[in-house]
Nanobody, 126 residues
Framework: VQLQASGGGLVQAGGSLRLSCAAS????????IAWFRQAPGKEREGVSCISSGGGSTYYSDSLKGRFTISRDNAKNTVYLQMNSLKPEDTAVYYCAANIYCSIVGGSVDDYGMQYWGKGTLVTVSS
């Protein structure tokens, strides 16, 4: 079972990046996929989550409007399109899989996440 996040890099403030989370070793279209991030010296926080069929998407309140999550089950891949990036978006971004999206207090929560991928670093320069 493997989740591989990719697509990170260095971008200027206001720019865009698209992250990918490729799943292998399990039937990923049975699982919700979520993105989390962890900035240096900060706790991990939820970013977004998409249901197994892609019909439901969730975003942490602070990120609504700039990030868009989508999935292509034929490719076992979930994407996170990030626009209007800010320096405070700098973090290592991780994807994780669970049967459902867990939303707590308006934020994507990591409760019950079964599989985790290694992260991809996003650096936004000012």
């Amino acid at each position: 079972v493997q989740l591989q996040a990719s697509g990170g890099g260095l971008v200027q403030a206001g720019g865009s990046l698209r992250l990918s989370c490729a799943a292998s070793g399990f039937t990923s279209d049975y699982y919700a996929i979520a993105w989390f991030r962890q900035a240096p010296g900060k706790e991990r926080e939820g970013v977004s989550c998409i249901s197994s069929g892609g019909g439901s998407t969730y975003y942490s309140d602070s990120l609504k409007g700039r990030f868009t999550i989508s999935r292509d089950n034929a490719k076992n891949t979930v994407y996170l399109q990030m626009n209007s990036l800010k320096p405070e978006d700098t973090a290592v971004y991780y994807c994780a899989a669970n049967i459902y999206c867990s939303i707590v207090g308006g934020s994507v929560d990591d409760y019950g996440m079964q599989y985790w991928g290694k992260g991809t670093l996003v650096t936004v320069s000012s």
